[in-house]
């Protein structure tokens, strides 16, 4: 019976606002030795893949994800397969995008059906988030195999972690009798307690945290939806049936199309009409068959700043730093600057967060609270809320490094290969500079080459694009001039990604 991971990549991450947000939220976002958590969630769901049994292992990843973050968990896929190297090939992609979120029942119904005809109904499904933190994969696949036999027997299989002290962020499992499967049955879920009761929880022993991992077979899952949520399973199912497919390619030249994956778009209409509900509520809370399998790996699942500053070494102050912080007579700090230099002196208890357009400076025991930030920063329609000043793009990114009336400067990256949709504006003009690299100019009837230090000028209205045709990362500045300089004054009359605005 073989195993087929699905990476639940929704969620918005705004307890790590200001580096995680709506459009560039944590999962993506390079937290752990450059690599982002759905990056490091892929290598070690991969490489179980590749490495278990092969009549255990299917050598297939399913990601389930927003739309709108359709390249970003591409370039996670990518980044995860040139990491494990050539062997990743072998392992198929495909990744789930739904129009709206509709919370985690409907993602994991959208799977169950999509894997359904390769995998069979008595195939196992491993439900993973994208944005834990598990250092010690193989722990963590000794964990899965444990909970192989109580999946085959119809029990849902969920994976609670070994608390190590009394938390107020995650949810708790209470543990009943044990299974003859050698799991044990959920005598009960507690949602997060305050800090009473967490110390309760454990004086009481029994009990572990709710990491939202989950073991099922595809036919117990459908089961379950069918008699718990029939209205969600009917949404899913119209959607899929409608569903539309495209096979991706490689965001740059050379790499292996196998490193591509197949992207799946549910139909809008009948997903939208869904309801929103976690599997917790939908499922979880009613089903019969709840088993759980205690992990006694490092686990973390990167919820708040408290959460990240643990990932750090500390010095002997209990100081932690990552990127240009420095401390001084403090202790008990936590200090992420990853472009300036950041001097936290005389301080204690805080974490501080710096990002290019927005600095958060807060004490420890109010963490849990920056989500509430993100809310007030929504309401005074503040841009910081939503998006960063360095904008990710499926052809590359760009960065807003200044502004003012009638111009704004950006500096812009193509990737290898990849090249803009072909445009015009109504109300601004550009001057483009070619700082590392080789641009290819698309300007009205012209087609030219320019390259490092060369410059060119698109005059307003006239059709341009920009490709970048090397094998090097395209870096370029761009100045623009004019009375009306939003992102929403580009007309797009050809474009690679199926983009009209």
Same mark, same amino acid.
């Given at each position: 019976?073989?195993i087929?991971p699905v990476v @639940?990549?929704? /969620?918005?991450?705004?307890?790590?606002?200001?580096?995680?947000?709506?459009?560039?939220?944590?999962?993506?976002?390079? %937290?752990i /030795?450059?690599?982002?958590l +759905?990056? $490091?969630?892929?290598?070690?769901?991969?490489g179980?893949? %590749?490495?278990?049994d092969?009549?255990?292992?299917?050598?297939h990843i399913?990601?389930?994800?927003?739309?709108?973050?359709?390249?970003?968990?591409?370039?996670? *896929?990518?980044?995860?397969?040139l990491?494990?190297g050539?062997g990743?090939?072998?392992?198929?992609? &495909?990744? +789930?995008?739904?129009?709206t979120?509709?919370?985690?029942a409907?993602?994991?119904?959208?799977?169950?059906?999509?894997?359904?005809?390769?995998?069979?109904?008595?195939?196992l499904?491993?439900?993973c988030?994208?944005?834990?933190?598990?250092p010690?994969t193989?722990?963590?696949v000794?964990?899965v195999?444990? /909970?192989v036999e109580?999946?085959?027997? /119809?029990?849902?299989v969920t994976?609670?972690?070994?608390p190590?002290f009394?938390?107020t962020a995650?949810?708790?499992?209470?543990?009943?009798?044990?299974?003859?499967?050698?799991?044990?049955?959920?005598?009960?879920?507690?949602?997060?307690?305050?800090?009473?009761k967490?110390?309760?929880?454990?004086?009481?022993?029994?009990? *572990?945290?709710?990491?939202?991992?989950? +073991?099922v077979?595809?036919?117990?899952?459908?089961?379950?939806?069918e008699?718990?949520?029939?209205d969600?399973?009917?949404?899913?199912?119209?959607a899929m049936?409608?569903?539309?497919?495209e096979?991706g390619?490689p965001s740059q030249p050379?790499l292996?199309?196998?490193?591509?994956?197949?992207?799946?778009r549910? !139909?809008?209409?009948?997903?939208?009409?869904?309801?929103?509900?976690s599997i917790?509520?939908?499922?979880?809370?009613?089903?019969a068959?709840?088993?759980v399998?205690?992990?006694?790996?490092?686990?973390?699942?990167v919820g708040?700043?408290?959460?990240?500053a643990? $990932? &750090?070494?500390?010095?002997?102050d209990?100081?932690?730093?990552?990127?240009?912080?420095?401390?001084?007579?403090?202790?008990?700090?936590?200090?992420?600057?990853p472009g300036?230099?950041?001097?936290a $002196?005389?301080?204690?208890?805080l974490l501080?967060v710096?990002?290019?357009?927005?600095? +958060?400076v807060?004490?420890?025991?109010?963490a !849990?609270g920056v989500k !509430?930030?993100?809310s @007030?920063?929504?309401k005074?329609?503040l &841009?910081?809320?939503?998006?960063?000043r360095?904008?990710?793009?499926?052809?590359?990114?760009?960065?807003?490094?200044?502004m003012?009336d009638r111009?704004?400067v950006?500096?812009?990256?193509v990737k290898?290969?990849?090249?803009?949709?072909l445009?015009?504006?109504?109300?601004r003009?550009?001057h483009w500079?070619?700082?590392?690299?080789t641009?290819?100019?698309?300007r009205? &009837?012209?087609?030219?080459?320019l390259?490092?230090?060369?410059s060119?000028?698109?005059?307003?209205?006239?059709?341009?694009?920009?490709?970048?045709p090397?094998?090097?990362? $395209?870096?370029?500045i761009e100045v623009?001039?004019?009375?009306?300089?939003g992102?929403?004054?580009?007309?797009r009359?050809?474009?690679?990604?199926?983009?009209?605005?």
């Amino acid at each position: 019976m073989k195993i087929t991971p699905v990476v @639940l990549c929704g /969620g918005s991450g705004t307890r790590l606002w200001p580096l995680s947000r709506k459009s560039f939220p944590k999962q993506f976002v390079p %937290l752990i /030795g450059n690599k982002s958590l +759905l990056q $490091l969630t892929l290598e070690r769901l991969a490489g179980l893949a %590749l490495n278990a049994d092969s009549a255990k292992a299917s050598k297939h990843i399913v990601c389930v994800a927003s739309e709108e973050h359709r390249f970003l968990v591409s370039d996670a *896929l990518e980044a995860a397969n040139l990491a494990l190297g050539s062997g990743a090939d072998l392992v198929a992609k &495909t990744v +789930l995008l739904e129009p709206t979120g509709r919370n985690t029942a409907a993602a994991m119904a959208l799977a169950a059906l999509a894997v359904k005809p390769s995998a069979g109904l008595d195939g196992l499904l491993l439900f993973c988030p994208a944005d834990h933190h598990i250092p010690d994969t193989q722990a963590f696949v000794d964990s899965v195999q444990e /909970g192989v036999e109580a999946a085959k027997l /119809g029990a849902i299989v969920t994976f609670g972690v070994v608390p190590t002290f009394p938390s107020t962020a995650y949810g708790y499992i209470e543990q009943g009798a044990e299974r003859p499967d050698g799991s044990r049955l959920v005598k009960r879920f507690i949602e997060k307690p305050n800090a009473i009761k967490a110390q309760e929880l454990l004086l009481q022993g029994g009990v *572990l945290w709710n990491a939202g991992i989950f +073991l099922v077979s595809v036919s117990t899952l459908l089961k379950a939806l069918e008699t718990h949520a029939s209205d969600i399973l009917k949404s899913c199912e119209a959607a899929m049936l409608a569903s539309t497919q495209e096979s991706g390619a490689p965001s740059q030249p050379g790499l292996n199309k196998t490193m591509a994956a197949s992207f799946v778009r549910p !139909e809008p209409v009948a997903f939208k009409a869904c309801r929103s509900e976690s599997i917790d509520y939908a499922v979880m809370e009613h089903f019969a068959q709840v088993a759980v399998v205690p992990f006694k790996g490092q686990w973390s699942d990167v919820g708040s700043w408290n959460a990240v500053a643990d $990932l &750090t070494p500390a010095d002997a102050d209990g100081n932690r730093v990552e990127g240009k912080g420095i401390t001084l007579h403090a202790r008990n700090t936590f200090v992420h600057a990853p472009g300036r230099t950041v001097v936290a $002196l005389g301080t204690q208890d805080l974490l501080i967060v710096d990002t290019s357009d927005a600095l +958060l400076v807060v004490h420890r025991d109010h963490a !849990e609270g920056v989500k !509430e930030v993100v809310s @007030l920063l929504e309401k005074g329609q503040l &841009t910081e809320a939503v998006t960063h000043r360095k904008v990710a793009r499926p052809w590359g990114w760009y960065d807003s490094v200044d502004m003012g009336d009638r111009f704004q400067v950006k500096r812009i990256g193509v990737k290898p290969g990849a090249s803009l949709s072909l445009q015009k504006h109504h109300h601004r003009a550009e001057h483009w500079i070619v700082v590392a690299g080789t641009a290819e100019v698309t300007r009205g &009837t012209e087609i030219f080459l320019l390259s490092e230090n060369q410059s060119t000028y698109i005059p307003i209205g006239e059709v341009h694009r920009l490709k970048n045709p090397g094998k090097v990362y $395209l870096e370029m500045i761009e100045v623009q001039s004019g009375g009306y300089l939003g992102e929403d004054d580009i007309v797009r009359l050809e474009d690679t990604y199926g983009r009209v605005s």
